[in-house]
């Protein structure tokens, strides 16, 4: 049996009034999800646990089945991980965004999406003047980096394991710098010095450090969930990538994935098919929906689910069915990214699994009934089924998904 996760992030939201109260999933034509929530099992899953903040980090992490309040120790060390940037213990390691600041306040927290190419420029010029002496920033994808403390720098006098920074940047869009930066001296003076280094260049023109930590050590996946084939993620988001490899799972490197709406869609389909050959799981992880709900793009938010149905969903259920006899295909946001709100929040999220080949059979003789995958019918499932909302990090989802069929 062959095992996937589709995850398309930020899926989920509120309803617009003025697209008639609907969804950014009720708007989009989405045959493919539409089709496995007809004929597979639907429902509610909490991903978010009480206390933590809603994000990617603790979604995806409770998605596998792992209690975020036991095993995260920050997003930075997790993305580094992601980088394949080395961390010996001790060292600390932090989200660097480029950033644009305007009259003193956070304007963009992609700093205006900078290349690859103009990323690694500017994190060279902080390398040239802030490095050394245990402090070392590493490019990333875009405006995604990395800086790493090491643990005998005289800069790391954090006490503790846990997250160590400021506040996550697209949560404080138009808020002023001054009075957000974190709270650790070291951190404030990198953050101000950042501003000098880069000028008064109109886009990328501050650093922002958040959500630093120290490795985390967690359960190989395998050996918790039995899947013995082994098994890889596949996204163009470095935090992704860095749980993938902290559970045990290989982190697949697809060119052209950039976690952005210009990532290459196929090439990640054809890799987890790929990977798949020699592996019985694969987490397939797309960041576009989520960017459009960021930048409050209803329009773009509804391109971008709709790319996530066509691109992969479908391609994805297409290269299976010729490729495999059995599989289960689990689809889901990871968390709520409201197009209102421009950030994360902490509802439960729709879900649907596909089973091979019995509900294959199933969906085309109910064909002319065909359910719609939504946060209203995901609710109406849970309450059908008497299941009520499933608890992610309790491992309700992973039973879900990895049990045998009846």
Not at 25 to 43: E, M, R, Y
Not at 72 to 87: D, F, I, N, Q, S
Request: glycine share 12%; hydrophobic share 40%; proline share 5%.
């Amino acid at each position: 049996m062959k095992y996937v996760i589709l995850i398309g992030d930020g899926m989920a939201d509120y309803p617009i009034p003025e697209r008639g109260g609907k969804t950014a999933l009720q708007i989009a034509a989405t045959p493919n999800l539409d089709f496995v929530a007809t004929a597979g099992v639907c429902g509610l899953v909490k991903t978010i646990p009480e206390g933590l903040a809603a994000g990617s980090d603790i979604a995806t992490l409770s998605i596998l089945g792992y209690d975020p309040a036991k095993y995260y120790t920050g997003r930075g060390p997790l993305e580094a991980l992601g980088m394949r940037v080395p961390l010996e213990e001790g060292d600390l390691a932090f989200r660097c965004n480029l950033v644009t600041v305007r009259e003193g306040k956070f304007a963009d927290y992609s700093g205006g999406h900078p290349t690859n190419e103009e990323a690694r420029g500017l994190i060279a010029a902080l390398n040239e003047e802030l490095g050394g002496s245990g402090c070392e920033f590493y490019p990333g994808v875009s405006y995604r980096n990395i800086l790493v403390l090491k643990s005998e720098s005289k800069n790391n006098i954090f006490a503790g394991a846990k997250e160590i920074g400021g506040a996550p940047p697209h949560d404080i869009i138009g808020a002023r710098v001054e009075e957000e930066l974190p709270r650790e001296g070291v951190l404030r003076e990198i953050v101000l010095a950042s501003r000098e280094i880069f000028g008064k260049a109109e886009k990328a023109n501050l650093v922002w450090l958040w959500s630093g930590g120290r490795k985390p050590e967690m359960p190989a996946f395998s050996g918790r969930y039995g899947v013995s084939g082994g098994g890889s993620v596949i996204s163009g988001v470095d935090l992704i990538k860095g749980i993938g490899r902290c559970v045990g799972l290989e982190a697949v490197e697809v060119p052209g994935a950039t976690g952005y709406f210009d990532t290459n869609y196929e090439g990640k389909v054809e890799n987890a098919l790929r990977s798949l050959k020699e592996r019985d799981f694969v987490l397939l992880h797309v960041e576009a929906p989520d960017e459009a709900g960021h930048l409050g793009e209803i329009d773009l938010k509804v391109k971008a689910i709709e790319d996530f149905d066509a691109l992969v969903v479908g391609k994805m259920l297409q290269g299976l069915e010729q490729e495999f006899a059995d599989f289960k295909v689990l689809v889901l946001p990871d968390h709520y990214t409201p197009v209102s709100l421009r950030t994360h929040t902490r509802e439960p999220v729709p879900f649907a699994i596909f089973s091979s080949p019995q509900a294959h059979a199933q969906a085309h003789a109910q064909a002319h009934a065909q359910n719609h995958f939504d946060e209203i019918f995901a609710r109406q499932c849970s309450l059908a089924a008497g299941r009520g909302v499933l608890d992610a990090r309790a491992g309700d989802l992973m039973r879900q998904l990895l049990k045998e069929e009846r």
